[in-house]
């Protein structure tokens, strides 16, 4: 069967709803953040148990699997040495933070929870789905269609550059790891590590003191929790700030620990340079302005500061800050500006990663198709649209996000009780398998 009216319906993906919410289960059960490398796995045994667990799923449902030495695999089917067609997922998880049952899947009403629910295993597992409904349609593809499966998404995107480098590309592709409609332009990406150096630490009334602070957990997530030690003539205290956890491309969503601790260190009267420097040039800060960084444009919106990591000791302050920019902005100046602004303060600066944006016309081939395919299945008339998160289009070419996530949902990526409504996760389901089957037939040989 290889036609140009096939038309997948909701009906196609309701009877695979228990084996999806069983198999998703298993996933979320499986701890896979970031660990240290082995010889066979270069993420973590964890990373690489799901994508084992993955894998064995995929092939009793008669798909191919393929490893790459740890780093990444893929699942295909169609016709061998055509061009790919990919959805491009990822099995890394963040790490579950003050979020005790993360990896306890619990289903209350129609909804899963557990860490990775929606970013990404949900929609790699509805991904596979998309694939099988077309197979078990009886669908004949003219391209190889390849889901491939990263584990390295939430440091680096490491897991991409490997693939890049020892596997072949799709003509097209999208990632099911944002939002819908579809996602023409990502912002810019950067981490920037501040160091800032302490010569003294009081306290109010000028005494020495000897402080440590620590918070975060990964430079993409807003910290929930800073931990504060203090020592004034031998007496010590411990004093613990809870802020509210969120994705850093959204940090209005959360309350950085960092910024209430720092404020309250200077409030009750300890003083050292890297205190004052934070709540002069960082704190309560989400656009950049102290730093002199602000800036905007219509096609991707405000840039965002969060501030992931924070460590300071007696001897200095360090913070490490995810900076989302617009698709329009040059990051070179931007760095110039903070090296600029940390002057007063002998500060220093090295930006360990940065990631370009990504910015398609909305008539490029790619976004047009899953645009429309969108509308389509929603009976919309949606633009694509300009995110902060960065995804697997900026590390793969002929790539752009796509979904899951609906206008109006609330997930809580990158926070506790991250969890996935299984009706929309069917329902996405139902986009992706049009969408595999659009791109067959929009792109050629």
Same mark, same amino acid.
């Given at each position: 069967?290889?036609?140009?009216?096939?038309?997948?319906?909701?009906?196609?993906?309701?009877?695979?709803?228990?084996?999806?919410?069983?198999?998703?289960?298993?996933?979320?059960?499986?701890?896979?953040?970031?660990?240290?490398?082995?010889?066979?796995?270069?993420?973590?045994?964890?990373?690489?148990?799901?994508?084992?667990?993955?894998?064995?799923?995929?092939?009793?449902?008669?798909?191919?699997?393929?490893?790459?030495?740890?780093?990444?695999?893929?699942?295909?089917?169609?016709?061998?040495?055509?061009?790919?067609?990919?959805?491009?997922?990822?099995?890394?998880?963040?790490?579950?933070?003050?979020?005790?049952?993360?990896?306890?899947?619990?289903?209350?009403?129609?909804?899963?929870?557990?860490?990775?629910?929606?970013?990404?295993?949900?929609?790699?597992?509805?991904?596979?789905?998309?694939?099988?409904?077309?197979?078990?349609?009886?669908?004949?593809?003219?391209?190889?269609?390849?889901?491939?499966?990263?584990?390295?998404?939430?440091?680096?995107?490491?897991?991409?550059?490997?693939?890049?480098?020892?596997?072949?590309?799709?003509?097209?592709?999208?990632?099911?790891?944002?939002?819908?409609?579809?996602?023409?332009?990502?912002?810019?990406?950067?981490?920037?590590?501040?160091?800032?150096?302490?010569?003294?630490?009081?306290?109010?009334?000028?005494?020495?003191?000897?402080?440590?602070?620590?918070?975060?957990?990964?430079?993409?997530?807003?910290?929930?929790?800073?931990?504060?030690?203090?020592?004034?003539?031998?007496?010590?205290?411990?004093?613990?700030?809870?802020?509210?956890?969120?994705?850093?491309?959204?940090?209005?969503?959360?309350? !950085?620990? +960092?910024?209430? &601790?720092? *404020?309250?260190?200077?409030? %009750? =009267?300890?003083?050292?340079? @890297?205190? /004052?420097?934070? #709540?002069?040039?960082?704190?309560?800060?989400?656009?950049?302005?102290?730093?002199?960084?602000?800036?905007?444009?219509?096609?991707?919106?405000?840039?965002?500061?969060?501030?992931?990591?924070?460590?300071?000791?007696?001897?200095?302050?360090?913070?490490?800050?995810?900076?989302?920019?617009?698709?329009?902005?040059?990051?070179?100046?931007?760095?110039?500006?903070?090296?600029?602004?940390?002057?007063?303060?002998?500060?220093?600066?090295?930006?360990?990663?940065?990631?370009?944006?990504?910015?398609?016309?909305?008539?490029?081939?790619?976004?047009?198709?899953?645009?429309?395919?969108? !509308?389509? +299945?929603?009976? &919309?008339? *949606?633009?694509?649209?300009? %995110? =902060?998160?960065?995804?697997? @289009?900026? /590390?793969?070419? #002929?790539?752009?996000?796509?979904?899951?996530?609906?206008?109006?949902?609330?997930?809580?990526?990158?926070?506790?009780?991250?969890?996935?409504?299984?009706?929309?996760?069917?329902?996405?389901?139902?986009?992706?398998?049009?969408?595999?089957?659009?791109?067959?037939?929009?792109?050629?040989?």
């Amino acid at each position: 069967m290889n036609t140009t009216t096939l038309n997948l319906t909701q009906s196609d993906f309701d009877q695979y709803q228990s084996e999806i919410e069983s198999f998703l289960s298993e996933l979320i059960a499986v701890p896979s953040v970031k660990g240290k490398p082995t010889p066979d796995a270069p993420f973590g045994t964890d990373t690489l148990r799901a994508l084992n667990v993955f894998f064995d799923h995929a092939e009793n449902l008669g798909f191919n699997c393929h490893h790459l030495d740890g780093y990444c695999g893929y699942v295909e089917w169609g016709p061998k040495d055509a061009p790919i067609i990919a959805a491009v997922c990822h099995l890394d998880v963040v790490p579950a933070g003050t979020w005790t049952r993360a990896f306890t899947p619990e289903k209350y009403g129609n909804k899963l929870y557990g860490r990775g629910t929606c970013d990404d295993k949900g929609p790699a597992v509805i991904a596979l789905y998309a694939m099988k409904a077309l197979k078990d349609a009886g669908y004949q593809p003219k391209h190889r269609f390849r889901l491939i499966l990263g584990l390295d998404e939430e440091s680096g995107s490491a897991c991409m550059v490997y693939y890049r480098n020892h596997a072949e590309l799709p003509i097209a592709a999208f990632t099911p790891d944002a939002s819908f409609p579809v996602i023409a332009a990502e912002k810019g990406g950067l981490h920037l590590k501040l160091k800032i150096p302490n010569e003294t630490t009081t306290d109010a009334t000028g005494r020495d003191a000897q402080i440590t602070l620590r918070a975060g957990t990964r430079a993409n997530v807003v910290p929930d929790e800073a931990l504060v030690d203090i020592e004034v003539d031998r007496a010590t205290e411990q004093l613990q700030f809870t802020g509210k956890s969120a994705h850093a491309s959204t940090p209005d969503a959360g309350e !950085n620990a +960092v910024d209430k &601790a720092m *404020a309250e260190l200077e409030a %009750i =009267g300890y003083s050292n340079n @890297a205190i /004052a420097f934070y #709540n002069a040039m960082l704190g309560f800060d989400l656009r950049g302005q102290k730093l002199g960084i602000a800036c905007s444009d219509d096609r991707s919106g405000d840039l965002t500061v969060n501030v992931g990591l924070a460590y300071m000791t007696p001897a200095a302050g360090e913070f490490l800050l995810d900076i989302r920019y617009p698709v329009t902005a040059d990051h070179e100046k931007l760095i110039a500006t903070v090296k600029a602004a940390l002057a007063p303060w002998n500060g220093q600066c090295e930006c360990p990663h940065h990631s370009p944006p990504l910015n398609l016309p909305d008539d490029h081939p790619l976004v047009a198709t899953l645009s429309n395919t969108y !509308n389509e +299945v929603m009976n &919309a008339t *949606a633009k694509p649209i300009g %995110i =902060g998160g960065g995804t697997y @289009a900026r /590390a793969l070419p #002929n790539t752009v996000a796509f979904g899951p996530v609906f206008p109006g949902q609330v997930v809580n990526v990158h926070e506790p009780d991250e969890a996935v409504d299984l009706d929309s996760l069917l329902r996405s389901g139902v986009i992706y398998a049009r969408a595999f089957y659009k791109l067959d037939q929009v792109y050629q040989d």
